[in-house]
């Protein structure tokens, strides 16, 4: 049987989505795991401001030949604190990047199906062969892991938001407000939908 | 530039270069700003020093406040446990000796000795800087302009950027000789916790200080401009 255009043509855009999915999914983890250390700073920097604002400064002999210290402190750990919100933000650009490749990529193959989705016919889209799952079944991943990115960067970016220094207990909290993102939502989704593609991926 | 003072026209420094007559001088002139070169090369490694034995005082600042904490967590429990009715005849432990705190606390010293060491030498920096600057005065006297030696800076500039840089490492220091007095003492978790941040964040060193150092080294040629 001679190979079908239309369906060579969704299979091809279905194969370079999934490519670039997993180039992306690359960029997304390793974006997420350079917060973690910036989080936890950022913690530790909320701890020390929450301790120096529990110190009664005149009331400790000691430093009462520096009458100026209480508030030099505090703008120092607000300076490192700001540089490390500037680094999150760069790895918060980076979720964003990732999640509008996907977005961007996903429409192209779903353009590309609906150019040829009469010329198909039913069969060629809900029937899997040995080395692919169904049309249908891979076009709805791509949907699915383009609502991961977009939900998932969406919680993030909130998070992010949250932060003020106004607020020192929401921000030593933020490691495990963070790390609950990861466990609440399908953490697997993408790995476990390439994994179902590989065998279409090397065709 | 930060710490520069506003009346440095571009017009000064023209004029400089058209004085251009070699007079006796220039062979003076030439050895002060090797001098400043040499001061400004010498603050660099100053700093850096410094900043590496920050760095290692926080470690052992960070243990010494670790094990002051925990060692009185033990003694609440200590003072919880002990009842009057109490048939163990044990001895409390003297509260704040323990050979580990003592060696920390050595270390500490010795840390603090040698961040010493590095802001006299910074002082001593300040002071050659201020001789290149009187020597100046001497040669120029009443003259209010005199040719740069370097690029925009008058030598004055030299000194009260070193003056600066110099003061706040002094009161910085005064601020860690006072932490490592105090932090092995603290019974308080929020004031031990303080000490550290103060170490590390040091809130004398002004933020300003590596523009100021940075501008020095420009100015002085060992960065390119």
């Given at each position: 049987m001679t190979p079908d255009p239309p369906l060579v043509a969704v299979q091809e855009a279905l194969r370079k989505c999934f490519l670039l999915v997993e180039e992306q999914q690359g960029l997304w983890r390793s974006a997420l795991s350079d917060c973690q250390p910036l989080l936890a700073s950022l913690a530790n920097l909320a701890e020390q401001l929450q301790a120096a604002q529990n110190v009664r400064f005149e009331e400790v002999p000691p430093l009462?030949?520096?009458?100026?210290l209480e508030e030099r402190l505090r703008r120092k750990q607000l300076a490192a604190g700001d540089t490390i919100l500037d680094k999150l933000g760069e790895k918060l650009a980076t979720l964003l990047k990732v999640r509008d490749a996907v977005s961007s990529q996903v429409e192209q193959v779903f353009e590309v199906y609906q150019q040829h989705a009469d010329t198909l016919g039913i069969d060629a889209i809900l029937q899997p062969s040995v080395v692919s799952p169904s049309l249908a079944d891979m076009l709805e991943w791509l949907q699915d892991i383009e609502r991961h990115y977009r939900r998932r960067y969406l919680k993030r970016k909130y998070l992010f938001s949250?932060?003020?220094?106004?607020d020192l207990a929401n921000i030593q909290a933020l490691p495990k407000a963070w790390d609950q993102i990861s466990e609440d939502e399908h953490q697997d989704l993408v790995q476990d939908t390439l994994l179902n593609v590989s065998f279409f991926l090397e065709g | 530039m930060p710490g520069l003072s506003s009346s440095h026209p571009l017009s000064i420094s023209v004029r400089a270069q058209t004085l251009g007559v070699v007079t006796p001088r220039k062979p003076v002139l030439s050895v002060s700003a090797r001098k400043i070169k040499d001061n400004a090369a010498d603050w660099h490694n100053l700093i850096l020093k410094w900043d590496s034995l920050n760095d290692a005082g926080f470690a052992t600042a960070n243990a010494i406040a670790n094990l002051k904490m925990s060692l009185l967590n033990k003694e609440k429990i200590e003072l919880k446990s002990?009842?009057?009715?109490?048939d163990t005849n044990e001895e409390k432990p003297?509260?704040?000796?323990?050979k580990e705190l003592e060696v920390l606390c050595e270390e500490l010293h010795a840390t603090l000795d040698g961040l010493t060491k590095i802001q006299t030498k910074m002082e001593k920096l300040t002071s050659t800087t201020k001789g290149v600057c009187d020597l100046e005065n001497y040669h120029?006297?009443?003259?209010?302009?005199r040719p740069h030696l370097?690029?925009?800076?008058?030598?004055a500039h030299f000194y009260a950027v070193s003056r600066r840089l110099s003061d706040s490492y002094g009161k910085e220091l005064l601020l860690k000789r006072t932490i490592v007095e105090e932090l092995a003492h603290s019974e308080d978790h929020d004031l031990a916790l303080s000490y550290l941040s103060m170490w590390l964040h040091?809130?004398?060193?002004?933020?300003?200080s590596p523009l100021l150092l940075e501008g020095m080294l420009l100015e002085t040629g060992h960065r390119a401009l």
């Open positions: 009462r030949a520096f009458p100026d949250s932060i003020q220094w106004g | 002990n009842s009057p009715t109490s003297y509260p704040e000796y323990n120029h006297g009443e003259e209010s302009q370097f690029h925009t800076w008058p030598t040091q809130p004398y060193v002004e933020s300003t």
